[in-house]
Antibody, heavy 122, light 107 residues
Framework: EVQLVESGGGLVKPGGSLRLSCAASGFTFYYASINWVRQAPGKGLEWVGH??????????DYAAAVKGRFTISRDDSKNTAYLQINSLKTEDTAVYYC?????????????WGQGTLVTVSS | EIVMTQSPATLSVSPGESATLSCRAS??????LAWYQQKPGQAPRLLIY???TRATGIPDRFSGSGSGTEFTLTISSLQSEDFAVYYCLQYNNWPPFTFGPGTKVDI
């Protein structure tokens, strides 16, 4: 069974930092790209960024709103991806989800975790 | 970036009736389109992937159709637990994944 479990959220002051983790199981992690998506309270879903697998050089891409402040990394030996969030702003308050797109013989299926809440407030 | 739109923004339906939700892409996404259901305080739940394949455990009253730029989610005989917000997601051209703004189905 595919599982993605996020952790590391919490209450942080503006300007602070946080590292979120996404622990994966049930699939071959080192082949997969991992995306992060967030949802601010009462708002829709927003793609934050992603990291490709090592065969694609582990390349990363970010949404314009977070570029330069967010960094995605991965540790394939631990089947875990990370989202480092720096210089936090109140507008970064959201539930953060990690997602992956798995290929089953040409059929792509998007899987999600349950999310972790980040609250930025003084 | 592919822009996803959904209509209507809100759909008022009585239990037992059917609901038809639409999702449109600004350019073709082939069949790489998913539908999610989200209830307050919960993570999005995958209903449909590949535009028309129900995810594991999803009741057959949920059905998806379409390809290219026009997609539909139909919920037949709405149950009380179906009142929620529904999002579409395209994963054909990424990054980025792009989402529709959602359709709220209420009583």
């Amino acid at each position: 069974e595919v599982q993605l479990v996020e952790s590391g959220g919490g209450l942080v002051k503006p300007g602070g930092s946080l590292r979120l983790s996404c622990a994966a199981s049930g699939f071959t992690f080192y082949y997969a790209s991992i995306n992060w998506v967030r949802q601010a309270p009462g708002k829709g879903l927003e793609w934050v960024g992603h990291i490709r697998n090592k065969f694609d050089g582990g390349a990363t891409d970010y949404a314009a709103a977070v570029k330069g402040r967010f960094t995605i990394s991965r540790d394939d030996s631990k089947n875990t991806a990370y989202l480092q969030i720096n210089s936090l702003k109140t507008e970064d308050t959201a539930v953060y989800y990690c997602t992956t797109l798995l290929d089953y013989g040409g059929i792509l299926i998007p899987y999600w975790g349950q999310g972790t809440l980040v609250t930025v407030s003084s | 970036e592919i822009v996803m739109t959904q209509s209507p923004a809100t759909l008022s339906v009585s239990p037992g009736e059917s609901a038809t939700l639409s999702c449109r892409a600004s350019q073709s996404v082939s069949s790489n389109l998913a539908w999610y259901q989200q209830k307050p305080g919960q993570a999005p739940r995958l209903l449909i992937y590949g535009a028309s394949t129900r995810a594991t455990g999803i009741p057959d009253r949920f059905s998806g159709s379409g390809s290219g730029t026009e997609f539909t989610l139909t919920i037949s005989s709405l149950q009380s637990e179906d009142f929620a917000v529904y999002y579409c997601l395209q994963y054909n051209n990424w990054p980025p994944f792009t989402f529709g703004p959602g359709t709220k189905v209420d009583i």
